[in-house]
């Protein structure tokens, strides 16, 4: 019994030194948001998670495909693609919905999932979001706990659930 004991041991040793070993890689989110508040928010409903995660803001959708595509600004940027992005559908320059069909429609970033998060209500743009392969549309609760509770359950599903390209 004392071997055996020995031997897991040691097992349980070998892997929490392999896994110690590996680095652990942030997820990357992009949130493309013009709103301060809402800015702060998210962010702050991200500090609260249990991920470790890399979020970056774009405040237009000019901005947001800029970052994407290292254009502009962005030309020398060495920073990976978003894991997953979060995309307000009224953007100052392109819009959100112009914004999704534009990430769709590129082969380089069209893996990517988008979460259409936005205040929202209309059909119209709920129809719209999804003919465009929006991967799925959250209108943003108005009450800060809503709020916080929504990013919780979008990372539960995003980062637990869903099994990602590259993770």
């Known amino acids: 019994m ?36 809402d ?6 409903a991200f ?3 249990k991920l470790l995660y ?5 405040s237009s959708g000019t901005e947001t495909l800029g970052y994407l595509r290292k254009e502009g600004m962005y030309a020398n940027s060495t920073a990976p693609l978003p894991d997953l992005i979060l995309l307000d ?18 082969d380089r970033l069209s893996y990517i999932p988008v979460i259409v998060l936005t205040m ?8 719209k979001a999804y003919k465009l392969q929006a991967n799925c549309y959250v209108i943003k609760p108005i009450n800060w ?13 995003w980062f637990t659930i869903v099994r990602l390209p590259g993770r």
């Open 120 to 127: 929202s209500q209309e059909e119209e743009d709920i129809w």
């Open 89 to 106: 559908l009224n953007l100052p320059g392109l819009d959100g919905r112009e914004v999704l069909a534009i990430i769709k429609s590129d």
């Open 47 to 49: 500090e609260k998670g």
């Open 145 to 157: 706990r809503d709020f916080m509770n929504v990013i919780a359950k979008l990372e539960e599903f």
């Open 2 to 37: 004392y071997m055996a004991d020995s031997y897991l041991a040691r097992i349980r040793y070998e892997t929490a030194r392999e896994t110690m070993s590996t680095e652990v890689k942030p997820v990357e989110i992009l949130l493309a948001e013009d709103r301060p508040g």
């Open 54 to 58: 890399h979020l970056t803001v774009t």
């Open 39 to 44: 800015v702060a928010l998210t962010k702050r």
